[in-house]
């Protein structure tokens, strides 16, 4: 039996959808064949390890859960053993792990410098490579190096501070309302602003400024928002049967609010009403991006459908997406025959 260290909570603004998420990998992790060990990241950076049964404190809920941090701090030892095992050090004891499956969301464990950490020691774990964890974390790089590989994004721009914004007044000419204005390295739609009129933008920006040090404006696609679920090491992945994310009318698109706090903020469609034909076109777009970006384990790929055209355009590629059991990406496949648990299993044995 292996033992999986599962990584949660963190020092990002996802802070607590990744409580959200180990609590249902727990739940469903096959115990026949992988015995957990759980550490919680304060968001402060303090490692503890856990008790699964009471790690978390407050109502389950996006904005009301939080980690317990009345559990003792360990530390993550520098190297691991000739079998590739991991070890934990908890006053004075030492606990072994073979692979980790890290649901940290968000900076600081999606995007590249946990992965990094990892390959150091030689431990295996789920999820994308320290360099494709960055590229996929920053959307400006990923819509970049897409585009290059003829993958179609929306029109963009963006600056590193307020007063950039007459250095790129150009680009911003080009681009037509609305806008989405988003700090690049964030997730869950964290400090987005969608901007209708000139006049907003530079609150816009201010905001996004907030949560990272540069900001993204890109121009609004108006059509379905497509979430496809990528399974698979890079070079021989697979999709599972696209879903559908519907925001309400009267939130206007997939916010924060409408992800986690309203109970009538989207609706979620898995699969969606694709006809064959667009469903394999979907499907090939998120793997070539997949691939692109040489994404390993698991992604999210989100894409646009535009309206007139049925042109797919890529919206960004998620390496750690949400992972509750109503989350997108495990309702994907289980709407393609793999249960939650199953999936589970899966990303831990594809884990490198």
């Known amino acids: 039996m292996k033992t999986v260290l599962i990584l949660c909570g963190g020092r990002s603004d996802e802070h607590e959808i990744s409580l959200i998420s180990a609590k249902g990998i727990l739940d469903a992790l096959d115990r026949k064949k992988f015995s957990p060990l759980l550490v919680g990241i304060s968001k402060k950076g303090v490692w503890h390890l856990l008790e699964e049964h009471s790690f978390y404190l407050g109502e389950f809920r996006a904005d009301k859960i939080k980690l317990n941090e009345n559990f003792p701090s360990v530390t993550l030892a520098p190297f691991?053993?000739?079998?590739?095992?991991?070890?934990?050090?908890?006053?004075?004891k030492t606990h072994t792990f073979d692979v980790v499956f890290p649901i940290l969301h968000g900076r600081f464990g999606e995007d590249g410098t946990l992965q990094g950490m990892l390959d150091m020691i030689g431990v295996p774990y789920v999820g994308s490579h320290c360099g494709s964890s960055w590229l996929c974390m920053d959307k400006i790089l990923t819509k970049t190096l897409c585009l290059k590989a003829g993958i179609?994004?929306?029109k963009f721009t963006w600056v590193s501070r307020l007063e950039d914004l007459s250095t790129v007044q150009n680009e911003l000419n080009s681009l037509k309302y609305p806008l989405f204005v988003k700090p690049p390295r964030q997730g869950s739609s964290v400090g987005v602003s969608k901007v209708t009129s000139p006049?907003?933008?530079?609150?816009?920006?201010?905001?996004?400024?907030?949560?990272?040090?540069?900001?993204?404006?890109?121009?609004?696609?108006?059509?379905?928002?497509?979430?496809?679920?990528?399974?698979?090491?890079?070079?021989?992945?697979?999709?599972a049967a696209p879903g559908e994310i519907i925001p309400s009318k009267k939130i206007g698109w997939y916010s924060f609010e409408a992800k986690y706090l309203l109970a009538d903020g989207a609706e979620t469609k898995v699969p969606t009403d694709l006809d064959p034909q667009t469903t394999e076109a979907v499907k090939n777009f998120a793997l070539k991006a997949f691939d692109c970006l040489e994404?390993?384990?698991?992604?999210?790929?989100?894409?646009?459908?535009?309206?007139?055209?049925?042109?797919?355009?890529?919206?960004?590629?998620?390496?750690?997406?949400?992972?509750?059991?109503?989350?997108?990406?495990p309702k994907m496949w289980q709407a393609s025959g793999l249960s939650y648990s199953e999936l589970i299993s899966e990303l831990l044995n594809l884990a490198k």
């Open 295 to 329: 994404c390993d384990g698991m992604a999210r790929v989100d894409l646009f459908l535009e309206e007139k055209t049925q042109k797919i355009y890529l919206n960004e590629i998620n390496t750690i997406p949400g992972f509750t059991p109503i989350s997108m990406y």
């Open 199 to 239: 006049q907003d933008l530079t609150r816009a920006v201010e905001t996004a400024l907030k949560y990272d040090t540069k900001c993204l404006i890109e121009e609004g696609i108006q059509g379905r928002e497509i979430e496809c679920a990528v399974l698979g090491n890079h070079g021989s992945a697979k999709v």
């Open 80 to 92: 691991s053993n000739e079998k590739r095992q991991g070890s934990l050090l908890c006053h004075g």
């Open 152 to 154: 179609p994004t929306a």
